[in-house]
Structure formats: structure tokens, C-alpha cells
Antibody
Framework: EVQLVQSGAEVKKPGESLKISCKGS????????IGWVRQMPGKGLEWMGI????????RYSPSFQGQVTISADKSISTAYLQWSSLKASDTAMYYC??????????????WGQGTLVTVSS | DIQMTQSPSSLSASVGDRVTITCRAS??????LAWFQQKPGKAPKSLIY???SLQSGVPSKFSGSGSGTDFTLTISSLQPEDFATYYC?????????FGQGTKVEIK
């Protein structure tokens, strides 16, 4: 059974750093891209970026480029999303999602349960 | 960026109703369109990819159609478990973008 299990909720102060995780199981972790999606409170879904754990090839949405870092450790089948200096506006639910390749395109299939990040002084 | 516009933003329907949600892309995206369902407090669930292909395990009451710029998601007979928010998403070109969502509520 394919599963993406995300790390638990976080409460941080502005300016602090944070790294959240997404552990894949039930499939070959290095063979599928993993994406991250943000959902701010009461709002819609926003695509942040993707990573291919096999070689750490990464793509970012321009809206998130330079604001976050996406990485992966294939030895433990885990992808990460990290911030070096959090802002109150980073308060949101963050989802990881597996991607299925179709030629040059990729679509979402399995989603993680989400990690709630709250940034407040 | 490609803008995705869903209509309506919300709708009220009764159990057993046939419901159709529309998604329009600001430029052609071939059939690189997906649909998702999200219930309150839950992660999104993937329903459809390639505009009309059902994800594994998704019941056949859900169907998708369209190509180019205009797409639809249809629920053939609305059941209590279908009341949720639905999102479309284009994956034709970066940055991938979502529609703003359509909330399906009980009449």
C-alpha cells in the first residue's frame, strides 16, 4: 500500500527555521517525483515545487523559489520542505504528494495527511 | 502563468442530483488536467487525471471531460459523502496552477 506519512504539527516564532518531512512507503521512493502543496487557512491549493528523489532534481514555483528549500534523503525514503526564516504568512497546512509520470508530464496521485505549520510571536 | 477559473464557486444540491462543475484555463492545456476532492479537515483526494481518466478506486459516478481550455467534472448522483470542495489543476506547464475551488453543499 502506497503511503506518504508527514511529520507532526509545528508551532514556531517568526525568524525561526523549520524542516518538515514526508516519508514514502509501499513503492520505489526513488522512482517517483514528490511534490509539495500549500493551503493557507480557509484558502485553496498552491503548488510549491517538486523533487525527484532518485537524483534530487528539483523544480520550484516562482512564487516559492528562494522562499523554501525542497530536498530528499533517498536512503530513508523521505522528502523535506524547509524554511530558513519563517514569517507569519507561512502559517498554513502543507501537503506532500506523489507524482505519476506520463511522458514529460506528471500528475498527482497519493497525498500525505498534511503538516500544519503555525508561525506566531 | 496559466489561470484556472472554476464555476460556480459554490452550489447547493440534493442527494441524488446530477452536478456539473466547470473549469476554464486561460490558455490551451491539451488534456493535462486533474480534479481533486477535499473534505473539511482532510487532505485532498485525487479523482481524475488526463481530464477524463479515473484514479484507481474512484467510483464511476465521477466523470471528467474536456480538452484545450474547457473542462467539466460531473457527479452523476450526488451522495452524502460527496459534499466537499472540488479543485481542478493544470499540469501542462510550470508553474502548475489550481482553480479556486467549488464547494458543493447540501440543499
Amino acid at each position: 500500500e502506497v503511503q506518504l506519512v508527514q511529520s507532526g504539527a509545528e508551532v514556531k516564532k517568526p525568524g525561526e527555521s523549520l524542516k518538515i518531512s514526508c516519508k514514502g512507503s509501499g513503492y520505489s521512493f526513488t522512482s517517483y517525483w514528490i511534490g509539495w502543496v500549500r493551503q493557507m487557512p480557509g484558502k485553496g491549493l498552491e503548488w510549491m515545487g517538486i523533487i525527484y528523489p532518485g537524483d534530487s532534481d528539483t523544480r520550484y514555483s516562482p512564487s516559492f523559489q528562494g522562499q523554501v528549500t525542497i530536498s530528499a534523503d533517498k536512503s530513508i525514503s523521505t522528502a523535506y520542505l524547509q524554511w530558513s526564516s519563517l514569517k507569519a504568512s507561512d502559517t498554513a497546512m502543507y501537503y506532500c504528494v506523489r507524482l505519476i509520470p506520463v511522458s514529460w508530464h506528471r500528475y498527482f496521485d497519493y497525498w500525505g495527511q498534511g503538516t500544519l505549520v503555525t508561525v506566531s510571536s | 502563468d496559466i489561470q484556472m477559473t472554476q464555476s460556480p464557486s459554490s452550489l447547493s444540491a440534493s442527494v441524488g442530483d446530477r452536478v456539473t462543475i466547470t473549469c476554464r484555463a486561460s490558455q490551451g492545456i491539451s488534456n493535462y488536467l486533474a480534479w481533486f476532492q477535499q473534505k473539511p479537515g482532510k487532505a485532498p483526494k485525487s479523482l481524475i487525471y488526463a481530464a477524463s481518466s479515473l484514479q484507481s478506486g474512484v467510483p464511476s459516478k465521477f466523470s471528467g471531460s474536456g480538452s484545450g481550455t474547457d473542462f467539466t467534472l460531473t457527479i452523476s448522483s450526488l451522495q452524502p459523502e460527496d459534499f466537499a470542495t472540488y479543485y481542478c489543476q493544470q499540469y501542462n506547464s510550470y508553474p502548475w496552477t489550481f482553480g479556486q475551488g467549488t464547494k458543493v453543499e447540501i440543499k
